[in-house]
C-alpha cells in the first residue's frame, strides 16, 4: 500500500483578458474551483491507477475541505489520515491569461499546520504501508518526521517541490529523490554549474546520498541513477495539451510500482507513460489517466 503525505489545496481559477498590475482591478470568467495541491494530486493519481493509498494531509473545517476529501474519496483514495482543523484550507489563487500564462498566489492554509505530532500520531498508517511519498508543500520539520517514522522495509520516495534545500536526513532516506530539471538545481546548488548535462546532475545527486534519483525530462521522459548507473527512461510520444499534473502523476505511478516490486527503471518507464497520459487532457487530477489508459496509450 501507498501512504502520500503532503498537502490540499483548492486551486481557485479566474480567467482573464490580462493579468492585473499593482492596484489594478480587471474583470475576468466565472470562478473554477478545482482539488489540488501535490499531496491530493499524488493520492488521486496513484488511486486512478488501482494502486491502495492512503492519504496524510491536513484541510480546514470548510467548504474547500469537504470538497477536497470528497473528491479523494471518488478518487478511491483512504482519508482516514486526513486531518481537520486548525487553519482554513490551503488555496491557490490562479489567473490565467489567454496565452496561458498565469500569475499564483498561495495560501498554505492547513498544509502548514500539519505537525511532526500529527505524523506521530499516524503511526498505524506506516505500518501499513510499503511505500512512503512525501513533498514539500509542508513543513519540512513534518517531512523529517516522516522519514524518522518509516518502518524496516517500507521505502521514501520524496518529490522536493517546491525546492529548497534538504538536510542530510532527508536525502538519505529517499529511494528515489524525484526532481524535474528546476528542482535538481536548487538541490544541487552551486554544484549544478558544473554541467548541463541532466546525466551528469544525476550523478552529482547521487553523491549527496539519495540511494536513487530519478530526474524528470517532460517531452524528453527522464533518467533513473543508482549505484547500479544511470539510465535513460524513454519518453513517449503524445501531443500534449496541457503539462498540469504530470510530475504529480510520475510520481504517484513511480511509488506504486516500486511498492509492488518492480526494479527502478522499469518503474520509472511505467511513470513515463503515466506522465504522457496526463499530458494529453485538461487540468490536474481530471486529467489522471486508468491503467486501462496507460495501457491503450502504449499500444498506439
Ligand atoms: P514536472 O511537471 O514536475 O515539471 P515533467 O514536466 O518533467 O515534470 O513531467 C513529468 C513526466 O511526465 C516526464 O518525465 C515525462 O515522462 C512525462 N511528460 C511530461 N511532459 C510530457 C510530454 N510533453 N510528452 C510526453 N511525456 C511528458
Known amino acids: 500500500d501507498l501512504l502520500v503525505v503532503g498537502s490540499a489545496n483548492a486551486d481557485l481559477v ?30 488521486a493519481a496513484a488511486a486512478r491507477l488501482g494502486a491502495r493509498t492512503a492519504l496524510l494531509a491536513r484541510v480546514g473545517d470548510d467548504g474547500h475541505g469537504r470538497l477536497l476529501l470528497d473528491s479523494q474519496r471518488a478518487a478511491g483514495v483512504d482519508t482516514v489520515g486526513a486531518l ?3 487553519a ?87 529511494d528515489p529523490l524525484i526532481v524535474n530539471e528546476h528542482e535538481a538545481k536548487v538541490i544541487l546548488g552551486d554544484a549544478a554549474g558544473v554541467s548541463d548535462e ?5 550523478r552529482l545527486l547521487l553523491a549527496k546520498g539519495p540511494r ?53 527503471a522499469g518503474a520509472a518507464a511505467y511513470a513515463a507513460r503515466v506522465g504522457a497520459a496526463t499530458v494529453t487532457k485538461e487540468g490536474a487530477q481530471a486529467s489522471f489517466p486508468t491503467a486501462e489508459e496507460v495501457a491503450s496509450l502504449c499500444s498506439t
Open 198 to 202: 541532466p546525466e551528469d546532475w544525476a
Open 84 to 86: 481537520v482543523g486548525g
Open 14 to 43: 479566474i480567467g482573464v483578458e490580462r493579468r492585473p498590475g499593482a492596484g489594478e482591478t480587471v474583470l475576468g470568467s466565472d470562478l473554477a474551483v478545482h482539488p489540488g495541491g501535490k499531496g491530493a494530486n499524488q493520492a
Open 88 to 174: 482554513p484550507t490551503g488555496v491557490a489563487l490562479i489567473t490565467v491569461d489567454p496565452s496561458g500564462d498565469n500569475s499564483i498566489v498561495v495560501s498554505p492554509g492547513a498544509n502548514g499546520r500539519l505537525t511532526p505530532a500529527d505524523v506521530r500520531a499516524a503511526g498505524s498508517l506506516f505500518h501499513a504501508s510499503r511505500v512512503v511519498s512525501a513533498q514539500l508543500e509542508i513543513p519540512l520539520e513534518t517531512v523529517v518526521e516522516v522519514v524518522r517514522s518509516l518502518v524496516p522495509g517500507s521505502r521514501f520516495v520524496l518529490n522536493p517541490s517546491p525546492p529548497r534545500p534538504l538536510p542530510a536526513e532527508v536525502l538519505a532516506a529517499c
Open 212 to 264: 536513487s534519483v530519478v530526474v524528470t525530462l517532460g517531452a524528453e521522459g527522464a533518467l533513473a541513477a543508482s549505484a547500479d548507473g544511470v539510465t535513460r527512461v524513454p519518453s513517449v510520444k503524445v501531443r500534449a495539451v496541457d503539462t498540469t499534473g504530470a510530475g504529480d502523476a510520475f510520481t504517484a505511478a513511480l511509488a506504486w510500482r516500486l511498492g509492488v516490486g518492480e526494479p527502478l
